[in-house]
T-cell receptor, first 111, second 114 residues
Framework: SQQGEEDPQALSIQEGENATMNCSYK?????LQWYRQNSGRGLVHLIL?????REKHSGRLRVTLDTSKKSSSLLITASRAADTASYFC???????????FGTGTRLTIIP | DAGITQSPRHKVTETGTPVTLRCHQT?????MYWYRQDPGHGLRLIHY???????DKGEVSDGYSVSRSKTEDFLLTLESATSSQTSVYFC?????????????FGNGTRLTVT
């Protein structure tokens, strides 16, 4: 089944630096969502971007969507220790209106 | 946090026994979902509900059944637990259908089948 794949699988950066994660998918989509998961907790919704949008912002988060390349990126600026978590993209495809989650990027912020 | 409570939070059971996991919401959302999370697979949809007594299968529904007798409660039953069902199970809710609406997740149930 169609699935978003995050890249890299793991990322470690110093506190204060920017973190960029990417999501690639295989077929045309209606929407793409990003979620965060802290250890031992459920997923928390971050941003939903629609196929006709190219960029969205929410606080320190910036999401871009390039439908021609079938990819999205999540940028976290000025990272904090509290940003340590796993980040997942979730996509839906035309004709299959259920979300498919990727396997996530594990982000570690080093104080 | 969205008002979603999963119970139990942890459970160890033996192969062949039935197990029921509970999800309770206080948000009055129409849609409820059960997912399982396993390393290397991301989250996979087991079953979902779009109203009281209205349920449907997801991607990995074999060996699972669900029931929704009230808007606020969604039960997941493993009819005869197997070791392959060892996983972390998440309940989620949404106001509208999931592809255009954020999902709100509970904190999960860690199930171990021995």
């Amino acid at each position: 089944s169609q699935q978003g794949e995050e890249d890299p699988q793991a990322l470690s950066i110093q506190e204060g630096e920017n973190a960029t994660m990417n999501c690639s998918y295989k077929t045309s989509i209606n929407n793409l969502q990003w979620y965060r998961q802290n250890s031992g907790r459920g997923l928390v919704h971050l941003i939903l971007i629609r196929s006709n949008e190219r960029e969205k912002h929410s606080g320190r988060l910036r999401v871009t969507l390039d439908t021609s390349k079938k990819s999205s990126s999540l940028l976290i600026t000025a990272s904090r220790a509290a940003d340590t978590a796993s980040y997942f993209c979730a996509t839906d495809a035309f004709g299959n209106e259920k979300l498919t989650f990727g396997t996530g990027t594990r982000l570690t912020i080093i104080p | 946090d969205a008002g979603i409570t999963q119970s139990p939070r942890h459970k160890v059971t033996e192969t062949g026994t039935p197990v029921t996991l509970r999800c309770h919401q206080t948000e009055n959302h129409r849609y409820m979902y059960w997912y399982r999370q396993d390393p290397g697979h991301g989250l996979r949809l087991i079953h979902y509900s779009y109203g009281v007594k209205d349920t449907d299968k997801g991607e990995v529904s074999d060996g699972y059944s669900v029931s929704r007798s009230k808007t606020e409660d969604f039960l997941l039953t493993l009819e005869s637990a197997t070791s392959s069902q060892t996983s972390v199970y998440f309940c989620a809710i949404s106001e509208n259908w999931q592809v255009g609406s954020p999902l709100h997740f509970g904190n999960g149930t860690r199930l171990t089948v021995t």
